[in-house]
């Protein structure tokens, strides 16, 4: 017996030495990594609001796995998450029914008014970001009207997926409807006619008031569209008063330089063959300007005049992002600024670079781009997936120019996830792939009301 065994053994010994040994150090890195595509990579930043939202409030964490504070915004992107998560089969739909009234009737409840602290929100409106432990007002953090929007488009989002006449489904639509028609949309306007981008109790309402073009389109269509706080259907045309009309990097368009702001809105509002009045006379609508804004910002990260390690085509992607420092650092030949969390971007009117790049900039832009922005989510995922690449997917950025200090000689990697721009992936891709999103807003009579008092026509809001 012991004879059979050793000859055994000195058999298997000699197989593995003949066995041919890869020299190729390549080879066992690339079997490590699971190939990309974009229901893998959809379903792990769906499980960032499924997993991580707080289980007594409900509210999303802004970021993790460093814990602050809750994001109203995240929330708002957290509830149209968990109708993509119940569409695809990643829970159930009593499963995300369930989570979406408990957030609900959370949101209902929290305390309401104008004390400096121990409050919410005011007047329908909610604080940007809200304490872990009882989701009250975090500092002295605004009153936000684009937070408290996002969030909106979020709720509105949820009353027309859970549409069923069962008890869960009834109060998820009935609630939602409350939270819509209590914002006071009027009270944040300021007597130019434009929104006020927030208020503080100790200082009143922020001077910095909302004029185009950003992220806050969908803000105002709900606030024109509201039946009870409308703000006044003229607000749209102040709105592209101000916009910023013309050709960067070969492309003619509304300009803003971070990528978040040409998709913020998108998520929720399907722009495709609706215009108003300005963009019929520049002969394109919303979609199409943001279509070209995001190969603007890859033309612009192609060229790379200030010669950042990395760019390429595949290797692009200017908006709002975390960083690696805040200082001054030589490089090539001059001095850059590093930032931490900046809205990074690039337009005619501004640039602002440090040579971070953030993959929610592609992410957020598939719908309109898909055969750029899928290629290079592809290559960051190949490229740097020990470094880029987690649990609930990519985390927020990265710097391949920044290689000061102990771990980054090799470039910057952030290690934190952040709800804003986790969303946009969810949501997005869902969109490219069948538009589910966009198709539950046409039915909602809050956004179709505010883009057709805003001036909208044409497409698919003249079949209504």
């Known amino acids: 017996m012991r004879t059979f065994l050793l000859i055994t053994l000195i058999g298997l010994l000699s197989v593995f030495a003949c066995s041919p040994v890869s020299q190729d150090p390549s080879d066992e890195t690339t079997a490590e990594i699971p190939a990309f595509n974009l229901d893998t990579l959809q379903k792990m930043n769906f499980r960032y609001f499924w997993d991580l939202a707080d289980t007594a409030t409900y509210q999303v964490l802004d970021r993790y796995p460093k814990l602050t504070f809750s994001s109203i915004a995240a929330t708002g992107f957290g509830l149209t998450s968990y109708i993509v998560g119940a569409h695809n089969g990643y829970v159930s739909r009593e499963a995300a029914a369930e989570r979406v009234l408990k957030t609900l009737e959370v949101l209902r409840g929290l305390p309401k008014g104008d004390a400096e602290s121990g409050v919410s929100g005011y007047r329908g409106f909610f604080y940007h970001f809200l304490t872990l432990d ?51 949309w009027d009270w944040a306007m300021n007597e130019e006619g434009r929104m006020s981008m927030g208020w503080r109790p100790e200082r009143g309402y922020i001077k910095s008031d909302w004029r185009g073009y950003n992220e806050a389109m969908v803000l105002l269509i709900m606030a024109i569209g509201s039946p009870t706080h409308p703000i006044p259907a003229e607000a749209w045309e102040k709105w592209c008063s101000t916009y910023e009309w013309g050709e960067f990097y070969g492309q003619e368009h509304v300009n803003f330089d971070p990528l978040f702001g040409h998709h913020y809105s998108h998520m929720y509002i399907d722009f495709r063959g609706i215009q108003d009045n300005y963009m019929q006379e520049k002969g394109i609508d919303y979609f199409e300007n ?103 997917g990519f985390h927020d950025a990265f710097n391949l120019s920044y290689t000061w200090g102990e771990g980054n000689e090799n470039g910057w990697f952030d290690t934190h996830y952040l709800g804003i721009d986790q969303g946009p992936f969810v949501i997005q891709i869902e969109n490219h792939k069948n538009g589910l999103i966009w198709d539950l807003m046409k039915k909602n009579p809050y956004i179709v009301s505010g883009l057709k008092k805003a001036g909208f026509t044409g497409g698919w809001l003249d079949t209504l």
């Open 134 to 184: 009882k989701a009250t007002r975090f500092k002295d953090v605004e009153l936000s009207t684009i937070d408290t929007g996002l969030l909106m488009a979020g709720i509105l989002s949820v009353m027309s997926y859970f549409d069923q006449e069962n008890a869960t489904e009834q109060q998820i639509r009935e609630i939602a409807d409350f939270l819509y028609r209590r914002v006071e």
């Open 290 to 392: 943001s279509r070209r804004a995001t190969y603007s910002n890859r033309e612009y990260c192609i060229d790379n005049p200030m010669q950042f390690n990395g760019y390429g085509e595949n290797c692009w992607g200017l908006t709002a992002c975390d960083g690696p420092a805040d200082e001054k650092k030589p490089f090539m030949g001059d001095s850059i600024r590093f930032r931490t969390y900046s809205a990074r971007g690039a337009s005619i009117g501004r640039i602002s670079d440090d040579g971070t790049i953030a993959p929610t900039a592609a992410g957020g832009s598939i719908p309109f781009a898909p055969e750029i922005c899928i290629p290079a989510l592809e290559h960051m995922w190949n490229t740097y997936y020990e470094d880029l690449v987690g649990e609930y």
